[in-house]
């Protein structure tokens, strides 16, 4: 099982330079990859966590750490698609997935933070079919020409595109989110599924929804790609939830590992792990010890 690294653009790192050295940083310790979150503005829950500190853009820091590096995956975890057009967000993923030849993950979702909504003009009620709307908008721009594309809030023809991906058709798009609408999603649009802090035991199950509804959109379900961010803390106490009902990475080191074997054991490709805190220091002593500590005891 691959393991990726949550780098903090999302905790009020002030120097957004210190977010692509642990990029780095995690390159050279091996990680598969590095995700980073977006929100657009300090909303609810992210203002309480930030208060003036800044939460920095996800694609320019994916940007600089293309640069920086040669080898890890960049992903997302996730954009939010309604708020973005998709002619200019397909044209920054695919220069993006060029200037690293090949190396985005493209993890998508759709956002709960209404006040968000309301400040950008977005009609929240209207998330779910925007999000489809761009998703369908994005694949046409990057597989076709002269791309056509007629919806309901988005349409284009008659005018090329370019740059394409470097990844083909496009890099994969990873659907964000539990909910019925987000499995669904996975299975009309997807190439893996990106979910959050569900237990082995949620995650195995959903899982299995994915795929059932995979096949039954005529899709064949054996390449989709299973990721999941989770928490992580070393506690060294025992956690309270038996292994099946976890939703972190806590405890002992044999805690954790074991945690990591479920949701291997359920079927998950990747972990991107990840610590609620915007320290340079605290997230690089971290990804070194779950590195050093932890992965010897997943073998």
Not at 6 to 12: A, F, K, T, W
Request: proline letters at 6%; a negative charge; hydrophobic letters at 40%.
């Amino acid at each position: 099982m691959k393991i990726g690294y949550g780098i903090p653009n999302n905790y009020g790192v002030e120097d957004p330079n210190d977010l692509v050295s642990l990029a780095v940083t995690a390159e050279r310790l091996d990680y598969a990859s590095v995700w980073v979150r977006e929100h657009l503005f300090h909303s609810t829950y992210v203002a309480e966590r930030l208060g003036d500190r800044p939460y920095h853009d996800a694609l320019t820091v994916l940007t600089a750490v293309a640069c920086a590096t040669e080898k890890v995956r960049l992903g997302t975890s996730v954009l939010v698609l309604p708020w973005h057009e998709p002619a200019r967000l397909g044209k920054m993923i695919a220069t993006l997935d060029q200037l690293s030849h090949g190396r985005v993950d493209f993890g998508v979702g759709v956002a709960i933070t209404r006040d968000e909504f309301e400040n950008l003009g977005v009609d929240f009620s209207t998330r779910g079919k925007r999000t489809d709307e761009i998703l369908g908008a994005l694949q046409a721009l990057w597989t076709q020409d002269t791309p056509e594309f007629s919806g309901e809030f988005y349409r284009f023809g008659g005018l090329k595109f370019s740059p394409k991906p470097y990844q083909k058709p496009y890099p994969p798009i990873l659907i964000g989110g539990s909910s019925p609408a987000a499995q669904a999603r996975v299975a009309r649009f997807g190439d893996g599924w990106h979910t959050l802090r569900q237990t082995p035991k949620q995650f195995a199950e959903g899982r299995d929804e994915v795929i059932r509804l995979r096949e039954a959109a005529g899709r064949d379900p054996s390449a989709l790609q299973f990721s999941l961010t989770l928490p992580l803390a070393f506690t060294g106490k025992a956690p309270s939830a038996p292994v099946e009902d976890r939703t972190a990475l806590t405890g002992t080191d044999d805690d954790i590992a074991e945690t990591v074997r479920a949701y291997q054991a359920a079927g998950m490709h990747e972990i991107v792990i990840g610590i609620s805190s915007g320290d340079v220091a605290e997230n690089t002593d971290t990804m070194a010890a779950f590195m050093e500590r932890i992965v010897p005891k997943l073998s």
